[in-house]
Every structure is written in structure tokens, then in C-alpha cells.
């Protein structure tokens, strides 16, 4: 994933050069393939040195460490750093990113994420505003079945974890969640990183009772 799609950031629109075919082309000299490999080679180890300095830079007072942010640039975010395209400013921000990230897949809450918000998909969650969205950050979470953690309790019979035996109140949680011998009481509500809603059914959903046949 490149640092446009990380953070947001609208896809370039600068033309990609063309090369003109019709530009004579300089011979090389077989002598010289060599002092232009070793030319090229320290260009490429001075170019990732410039680099890894101005990561270092943007990791300042992160938990993360230069090459780490190297290694996940993709080809084109070193291409976008080579044109300039590319701040310290915007470095930074990805770095951060990704050091959020890490800490989200460990089921670690950001500082910023204060706010109790709920998400079609993943249920009640914290995130940086109030209110209901269809997908969320912690939607990589779900999808990677890491744990979300949770700003309430839930009730185990509104997850899709929760599997029914022959009783109208009792069931198993599949994701083996404590529970007691005879089961967990559907309306029980408790704190769970593994809780995902179930999907609601609405009216649209609902069959439809065959049409009675009128007479004219």
C-alpha cells in the first residue's frame, strides 16, 4: 500500500515521461559498461542514504525506526521522494500512520480515538468523532480477525459468534469466549474484543406473503 492510499491523498496526476523514438541513441562502448554500473551503484547507495536521513527526521519521537518506514514505501512513494513530490511533512504523517496502525492491530486504542462511535460492521468502537458509519479503521481489524476494542458491553446474542443450542436463551460462543458450563444467556452483556453484530434484518429483507388475487 503506498503512501497516497495510507493516508488518503488524492492519486498524482503528473504524465509519466515518453521516451522519444525517434531521438538517435548513443552507442556504449564496452569498456565503459563497467564504470557506469559502479557510477549507477553509488548513486543508488548515496540516493537511500539521503533517504534513510530524511525518515530519520520524520520518525523523530516515533516508535519506529527509519528503515522500517523504508521497507514499507512502495516503489512509487521512493519515485514521488525522488520528483520532490514527497514532504517531511507528509513522511511524517505516514510514519505515523504507521506506527498507529501497529499498535491498532494489537488491539491498542490511539490517544485520539476518544469518541464512542458505531460501525456497521464491527459494532461499537472508539474513533476520533461520535456517531454511525458504514466502515471504519478498525474494519482492518475484522477483516485480519484481530481484536477492536470496545467503548461498552455487549450482548453475546447480537453477535454473529453466537450459536444458538436447543434453548431460546442459551448458546456458545465460536470463538471460545469464557463461558459457563450450561452456556452463554443471549441477553448477557459483557465486554468483548471478538463481538462482531449481527447483520440486521430489515423489512426490505423480510419475504414478502403471496399476492391475494382480486377479481374485477
Known sequence: MSWRETLGAPPSTERPYTHNSQNTQKHTEPGNCADIADSAYRDSKQESSKLLEALADACRG?????????????????????????????????????????????????????????????GPIWLWFSGEVLGCPWCWNRAADKPIPRPCSVHCGDCIHFKRINHPHLGHCSKGEPEAIAGLWDMDRRYCECFLPRPQQTHNDQPRPPRADTKR
Not at 525522488?82 to 486504542?109: E, P, W, Y
Open 62 to 122: 516515533l516508535a519506529i525506526t527509519p528503515t522500517e518506514v523504508k521497507l514499507a514505501l512502495a516503489a512509487e512513494d521512493i519515485d514521488d521522494w525522488r520528483n520532490g513530490t514527497i514532504s517531511t511533512d507528509t513522511l511524517a504523517a505516514f510514519a505515523h500512520s504507521l506506527v498507529q496502525r501497529r499498535d491498532m492491530d494489537q488491539g491498542k486504542c490511539p490517544d485520539d480515538y476518544t469518541e464512542t462511535a458505531t460501525c456497521k460492521h464491527c
